[in-house]
């Protein structure tokens, strides 16, 4: 798998979780087909630490169609001393297209429709909530084009934003940019390369609070501290560039002046007589 | 301290930023602020021995108001806060204006003839209850004047002259609301008539010095009462039952309570659910029962009778005590368009003192409120002046059949504003006349010459003022070249609209709305928002711009809604409909039709979307695009955000092949324990963006993220969505969301630890500033977040743009990958603000302000590059000729910088701009209670001359060089010749 086995870090509270192959449902291969029964199961393991596992359905539908599990999102669900739960090591399996499903989904493709998938908003509360919803034009997924995606299989990416245990927001698509128009083109391969990543909000920054001391240490001199020392030429271009035409002019005319004291002499002095006799 | 101050100032000078201050002869050259009071609820004359004849109002816009009789100016006034409704007002002692607020729970005296506050009272309450303000005229306790107040529980008897509670009386246990407190004349025993849990009628005899109960009497009445209530003599008030059928008059003389029942039915046939009028006559009352007013007169032994009837648009006044103990009403409605005032005697309703017929205009509706006063003429028979208050809430004061004096009080409660062009200037209909001869052009600009060179005697600066108060026809009623005089259309809450000019705020057209088919369930819409709906530009000699208002009939958002569709030149209604279905959400799209009327879609409460206007051509445009309209709703209270798509068309047999159904395609859920939405905000769709790109100090490129499918989302805690400081820091927190809303991708997702909101944003460009309360730090905070584009990061390469291979014109699709960045810095903001506008302009080019609505009503514009997320503590040589300023904790509040200067705007609501043509100068327009407008320009009018500026100098300065060139010239040629003759 390419970029299968990278695992990538965003920050200190957000990681990517690449499944290992085994798990990633390719070529059709239906992992755990019992858990796709309930929507969301649990199990917990009363660890000391407090961390459990816990699993929940990536259901899809096509274009308008009822949703259908399509694969388990596994995790462990940490639960903090200060109350808080936080989800880490995140695995998702996905189970392959069924043949049936294929045609439905050629369907989507020469439809331009919608490939919709959901998620519950709560990973630890029972199924009955409401559900986290995300849609791609399904053209988008299998774009065998440029920099999208240079393999014929289905590449998609999630993003799930959470906030404690319950999932906030999911975004779908395919790794790179998304052409318009879209191109119609099947998939070669059905088979899913699946990336998840696992988003926690970040902290603002403290704003800033200036101390009266620190103010005080740089402005004890009272003074800005000076320009850097520019050299001479940044300084003065200006009054040199004249100056050296200035000099370049004199130099020519008392070049000129000594042509015309040897040569036109004569010249000089018909013009002033004719000049006096007007 | 000092070296906070000294450092504001080194900042202040260092970053050097123009102030935008005005000079004190500049005010009111280019802005305009008219005072309002909103639509009045009481009316208190003060007519009697008064040097200056006054009415005392209270409005529902929370402001009590002292007005001139005679010109309807503004003595005094004062705006309360929103949570401070006014419930009754009243002088008392013949000085003070008492108020009563808050549910009963704030007693104010003002002092009649300057407004100053004499005292305030806090009364205590227990619950809310309705409230009752009673002053009594000629009661007397111990050289005290109580004045009564019953609200939150408790009866309060407070002092008049310094507002002491003498007494209290607590009802909260017994769950006692007193309806009516009578005081018979002549006795220090007040009586207080109430009911109990509305079947049972108290009445308490209280002594009025020390607040004790004398007697108390109660008797239950088996059929209970609704609550309206008239009382029509000192011992006798009369109630509606609850099945609101029959009338029941109570009598409580000398503490004997009998109920006498008259069936309404007995007195008008046929009769439905009645309804007692407000108000106060002498023993007769006012009942509104089949569509007609009819007036119930009270005989001595609680007999009742119908007396007269009228239709039910008739307004009435209380009733007013005329000569020889006689006591009389008015009565206004509409005949035509004519106004029927008449002032009847209350005993003998034959008896017409007065009637007048006063031409009125139809936008004003029919009248709402009628309040008199009466006066001695001087051939000693009695004068009537009426204050009417109309249907869109104006106030006018009519006296001997004119109408004296008028005030547009719709204007206090503007709801929605957008602007217009005003008409081309044509040639034939020119309206412009050549106002000034040359010698007066001349002329004024000597006097500018002498002003600007501080040579003006006093008499020649008046003048020179006034000149450019009347100058440059700027209240002209066409189009100018810099695009300074337009029309804002302003919508207000009775439903009416207003077209004001820019250049002197006056009112060019109004137009109340109608609906289309009067039909008895929807005769006056009340209006939600305003859309312009054809801007010609093809065909802008010979078409007129329109707008498109969106009405609804009733306050129920299911309620069936109504389009008008109105002349924006000449303020007539184009045409108007009942469209059938509710109103949910107007979505403008950015397509026109080949008439360039826009393309709306309308959501309505069952999920349906519907396009406007209704034309093949427009649906064939929409079918276009079809598969490229996405639109979201934002559910508040479950916390939901949700993303639709366009499906097909409605299916079933009322739906037309205009009507559209969705299908959801993301959602985003917050979870209901740890966040609630307090705040959406998306950018302005007309919104024009200069460059993509921004150049920072180290030669990088910067691409902007400019998308106009953002949404800026911002939840607190539910705990913390109360009030701030209601919570600890610990429990409050504050995230802030950037949702791309056709995908539903979170774009940028940041919390705030210990704050809490409201909060105020404002979305231009690919920024967002924001404004909310720091709990920890307790100061108020502004964050900015700027998003940049990096997947365009890498055409920084000249020669991948020469040689084109850049992907700058490569289509944007939203199911792309997002690869952006955001940056953003918070800074201490050290006031609360009440909105926040960002200034814009015709290219985008001039750089921007924020407009930042303060809680003291004011407007600052504070330049954006004091929000600008790149500030650093020591800024580098380069970066500051960026014009970057040094990093500093808080944003600094210039005085300079309120661009209402002086003025306030009271209870202001919203700030509005819009571009003028001349790229430098945008247009402000603020409403609230008050009205205000100015031009500004961010960077200076980079882009014209000043109107100051001094066109006689430069002409004589010319005229100056040429006369010295020729003399020069002559000089040369005279020494050249006398050289060449040497």
Known sequence: ?278 | MAIRVSLLLLVFLSSAVVSFSLYEDQVGLMDWHQRYIGKVKHAVFHTQKAGRKRVIVSTEENVVASLDLRHGEIFWRHVLGTNDAIDGVDIALGKYVITLSSQGSTLRAWNLPDGQMVWETSLHSAQSSKSLLSVPINLKVDKDYPILVFGGGYLHAVSAIDGEVLWKKDFTAEGFEVQRVLQPPESSIIYVLGFLHSSEAVVYQIDSKTGEVVAQKSMVFPGGFSGAISSVSSDKVVVLDSTRSILVTIGFLDGDINFQKTPISDLVENSGNAEILSPLLSNMLAVKVNKRTIFVRVGGEGKLEVVDSLSDETAMSDSLPVADDQVAFASAHHEGSKIQLMVKLVDDLDTVLLRESIEMDQHRGHVDKVFINNYIKTDRSNGFRALIVMEDHSLLLLQQGAIVWSREEGLASVTDVTTAELPVEKDGVSVAKVEHTLVDWLKGHMLKLKGSLLLASPEDVAAIQEMRMKSSGRSKLTRDHNGFRKLFIALTRAGKLFALHTGDGRIVWSMLLNSPTKSEACERPSGINLYQWQVPHHHAMDENPSVLVVGRCGSDSSAPGVLSFVDVYTGKEISSSDIGHSVVRVMPLPFTDSTEQRLHLIADTEGHIHLYPKTSEALSIFQREFQNVYWYTVEGDDGIIRGQGMKSSCAGETADEYCFTTKELWTVVFPSESEKIISTLTRKPNEVVHTQAKVSTDQDLLYKYVSRNLLFVATVSPKGAGEIGSVTPEESALVVYLIDTITGRILHRLSHQGCQGPVHAVFSENWVVYHYFNLRAHKHEVTVVEIYDQSRAENKNVWKLVLGKHNLTAPISSYSRPEMFTKSQSYFFAQSVKTIAVTSTAKGITSKQLLIGTIGDQILALDKRFVDPRRTLNPSQAEKEEGIIPLTDSLPIIPQSYITHSLKVEGLRGIVTAPAKLESTTHVFAYGVDLFYTRLAPSKTYDSLTDDFSYALLLITIVALVAAIYITWVVSEKKELSEKWR
């Open chain 1, 1 to 278: 798998m390419y970029l299968g086995r990278t695992v990538k870090v965003f920050g200190s509270r957000e990681s990517e979780l690449l499944v290992d192959d085994d798990e990633f449902g390719l070529e059709g291969a239906k992992p755990q087909s019992t858990q796709q029964q309930t929507p969301t199961t649990r199990k917990r393991y009363s660890d000391p630490d407090s961390d459990s596992k816990v699993q929940f359905t990536l259901e899809h539908g096509f274009g308008d169609s009822h949703f259908s599990p399509a694969g388990t999102f596994s995790a462990r669900l940490k639960s903090w001393s200060h109350g808080g739960k936080t989800l880490t090591k995140l695995r998702f399996s996905r189970n392959g297209f069924s043949d049936e499903e294929k045609d439905t989904f050629k369907n989507l493709l020469t439809g331009d429709d919608f490939y919709r998938i959901r998620v519950p908003s709560s990973v630890i509360s029972p199924p009955g909530k409401e559900f986290v919803v995300a849609s791609v034009r399904a053209a988008s997924l299998s774009l065998p084009f440029l920099r999208c995606l240079p393999r014929d299989g289905l590449d998609e990416h999630f993003v799930i934003h959470m906030e404690g245990a319950n999932i906030l927001a999911a975004s779908y698509g395919s790794l790179g940019a998304c052409q318009y128009p879209r191109q119609f083109k099947l998939p070669a391969k059905w088979s899913f390369n699946s990336h998840t990543i696992l988003k926690c909000s970040e902290q603002a920054p403290r704003t800033p609070i200036f101390t009266e001391e620190i103010l005080g240490g740089e402005n004890a001199d009272g003074e800005v501290e000076p320009p850097p020392e520019r050299s001479f030429w940044a300084k003065y271009w200006m009054y040199l560039i004249p100056l050296g035409l200035v000099v370049m002019n004199a130099v020519t005319q008392a070049t000129n002046m000594a042509e015309e004291q040897t040569g036109g002499q004569a010249g000089g002095s018909q013009v002033q007589q004719s000049a006096r006799r007007r």
